[in-house]
């Protein structure tokens, strides 16, 4: 039998804490117990659920999280080939694109007037590195990179408009997480798996550098050792097994233990779309996705966990009985670039899904309430933004 979690928060897992700082990583035996969950037969899923559900609601009892929020695409240029990418393009492709300051500056006001406050910066990886074009555009407008055009973009928005930046970069130095840093009061990676065997030739990250595990667990701990709210997750259905999800869950929280910087994970399913390499690779049951859900819920107790709606319509409601609190962000003017063809649930339609399960949907800003003070407490322009947009509770303030 699945053993409860405590009333103190601690983990199901018999020898794991909740405590966030300096514990040791996770025994032989917890790995051993969650791999076992990750893969329950149908009659066990309702006990998995329901313990991932009193986790859940023992860590936020009755209120279910989203962030209204506008999809920047910076540039699709990326040295990255993955699998799964339609949002990557190389020069000259259609649709290859480097937004300009003026259509940063335009789609964040337009958001702005529908009530965001989130700017989601998303962008290829240091396409400069290989791209000549890439390195012309940037001479032109005056940067050195594409993480010091980022730089810029993020502090033009948070000086211009209400939005607050959230970039999601790639790979980044401990220099640019600092630098990032001061224009934004988060960002994000997703880790997406441990597994280094998913580079090899023909895998979902073929010529894919900066998907190495290593280099992406780096990035996620440098951030930790700066005290920046971070967002991160995984990807499944891109080859990895069960136990892979587990373990890449396990290096999560491992460093959320050390540094207690991990605001959101994020467990996002792979979805087919005609013209990638993995057109033809089976997308995860919704089985998996509850599986996987709920066995992070209970490895992870004290942290914000997340799936992206659009990705499991038209029924994604059943999402919160695996033990989620968090719907992403969703966007009332912009699409998932990264998923194009699965818009997103209009934000009456979340609210009314989410109440018939007997939750309150409250609109977060792009750093959760708990972390908030973190990024309050410094001063500057971006503490003084935070300030203006938040309430007493720490949510986005509710505009009449």
Not at 50 to 71: C, E, L, M, Q, Y
Not at 88 to 94: K, L, M
Not at 133 to 140: C, F, I, V, Y
Not at 189 to 201: C, D
Request: hydrophobic share 40%; aromatic share 6%; charged share 25%.
């Amino acid at each position: 039998m699945l053993r409860q979690a405590q009333s103190d928060g601690s983990s199901v897992f018999s020898d794991r804490s909740a405590v966030a700082t300096e514990l040791p990583s996770v025994s032989s035996l917890a790995r051993e117990e969650a791999c076992r969950w990750i893969r329950a037969s149908d009659d066990e899923l309702p006990e998995l659920l329901a313990n991932a559900r009193a986790a859940r609601d023992r860590f936020k009892p009755g209120v279910i999280t989203h962030s209204r929020k506008v999809f920047i695409p910076l540039t699709n240029l990326c040295r990255d080939y993955c699998g799964y990418c339609t949002f990557r393009r190389d020069p000259g492709q259609p649709g290859a694109h480097t937004m300009t300051p003026d259509e940063v500056l335009h789609v964040a006001r337009a958001s702005e007037k529908l009530g965001c406050t989130e700017a989601l910066f998303s962008l290829g990886d240091k396409p400069e590195l290989i791209f000549p074009e890439m390195r012309d555009t940037l001479r032109k407008r005056g940067f050195r990179s594409t993480l010091h055009y980022l730089e810029a973009m993020c502090e033009l928005v948070l000086r211009e408009t209400s939005l607050l930046p959230h970039p999601n970069p790639g790979l980044m130095s401990a220099e640019w997480i600092a630098r990032l840093s001061a224009v934004s009061p988060s960002m994000g990676l997703m880790l997406e798996t441990i597994n280094p065997a998913l580079l090899a030739a023909g895998a979902a990250h073929d010529n894919a550098p900066d998907k190495l595990p290593t280099k992406r667990l780096r990035t996620i701990e440098e951030a930790g050792k700066r005290g920046v709210p971070f967002t991160t997750g995984i990807l499944i259905g891109i080859g990895e097994s069960p136990e892979d999800r587990v373990d890449a869950l396990i290096a999560i929280h491992d460093l959320h233990r050390r540094y207690a910087h991990i605001q959101e994970v994020i467990i996002q399913n792979f979805r087919v779309k005609p013209g990638i390499p993995m057109r033809n690779w089976p997308e995860p049951s919704r089985g998996e996705m509850l599986r996987t859900i709920a066995v992070a819920r209970l490895l992870m107790p004290e942290v914000n966990l997340q799936a992206p709606p659009n990705l499991s319509d038209p029924d994604y409601e059943q999402l919160l009985d695996a033990g989620i609190n968090d719907w992403g962000g969703v966007s009332p003017l912009t699409p998932d670039f990264i998923n194009p063809e699965r818009p997103w649930p209009h934000v009456d339609d979340l609210e009314r899904r989410t109440r018939a399960k007997g939750f309150e949907l409250r609109q977060r800003l792009p750093v959760y309430p708990e972390f908030m003070e973190r990024v309050a407490l410094k001063p500057g322009l971006l503490s003084q933004k935070l300030m203006q947009v938040s309430d007493a509770e720490r949510y986005a303030r509710r505009v009449a």
